[in-house]
């Protein structure tokens, strides 16, 4: 009883030192015909998650992929929007440790963290020089109150045709659609959290470069084929059994192949990773 009562005060003590939104609401989500995009948006001091799963809103809590969490399957599933404002003379550079304080509110999130080693693909340069646009730094970037193109989860993802577009802060972008990867003006490690839509393995940057890049690829029919049946399944989805035969015989280093066409490629490798683990969480959270 008394580890009980020490672990709320703890827990209580930890959220009043932690930064917090000024209000919040948690919603479940319901979608609308007219309503395509999903992602964290930024409006002067408001903040609005839209459609995003528990597991989406924790990875930009803690600053992961939704993909090196787990937990309940719900956690993965079912979508929330969240509406909440900055208070005065906050930042939006601290709105992930506010997401953490709310989840922990809201929802009772309960974590631990665990190390495992994966399979992966690093990605790594190619022979030769990296046919890659860098960008010169901008002049009038605010790091502390622009909007943190840094943060994978804080982009508008929207669809496109047979294919996605995520736009992100700035002008930049990753377009995916009729055969060809479009990135404009990003890290190349988003550009993994993105490509990771499409594989089955976790990609980790390990080019050494850190700039931002804007390049394109284009990938074979047949291989961008493969990788929207990859993506499917990724999201749950169950294939036609003409369509899980044809991913079957799709080979993994597809993605591979088109990255050299801009002095990049792929390695299949293992790595220790740092797993986020849902111990407990509420379906549905507390009251406004």
């Not at 931002?212 to 084929?225: G, Q």
């Amino acid at each position: 009883m008394r580890k009980a009562i020490l672990a709320v005060l703890l827990t209580g003590l930890l959220l009043a030192q932690s930064p917090q939104f000024e209000v919040a609401s948690v919603r479940p989500f319901v979608p609308t015909p007219a309503q395509v995009a999903a992602g964290i948006h930024f409006d002067g001091a408001q903040v609005r998650g839209v459609g995003l799963s528990l597991r989406d809103y924790l990875a930009t809590a803690y600053r992961t992929k939704a993909t090196l969490i787990s937990g309940p399957d719900w956690t993965a599933t079912e979508r929330y929007n969240i509406t909440a404002t900055l208070p005065d003379g906050s930042s939006k550079a601290q709105v992930p440790e506010m997401l953490q304080a709310l989840l922990a509110d809201r929802f009772e999130v309960k974590l631990h963290k665990e190390m495992k080693e994966y399979p992966i693909f690093a990605l790594v340069l190619a022979k030769g020089p990296p046919k890659l646009k860098e960008l010169p730094p901008d002049p009038n970037e605010d790091k502390v109150n622009d909007e943190p193109v840094g943060m994978a989860n804080v982009a508008t993802i929207a669809a496109i045709g047979n294919g996605v577009s995520v736009q992100y802060a700035r002008g930049a972008s990753i377009t995916v659609g009729n055969n060809r990867i479009e990135v404009t003006k990003l890290p190349l490690w988003v550009f993994c959290r993105n490509l990771e839509r499409y594989s089955d393995r976790q990609i980790v940057d390990m080019t050494g470069l850190t700039g931002s890049y804007t390049f394109a690829i284009d990938v074979t029919p047949e291989d961008y084929m493969a990788m929207m049946l990859r993506s499917a399944v990724l999201r749950g989805q169950n294939l036609m059994p003409e369509a899980q035969k044809l991913l079957d015989g799709s080979p993994s280093s597809a993605l591979g192949d088109a990255l050299q066409q801009v002095g990049l490629k792929l390695e299949a490798r293992k790595a220790p990773l740092d797993i986020l683990v849902i111990d407990s969480a509420l379906k549905t959270p507390t009251a406004n």
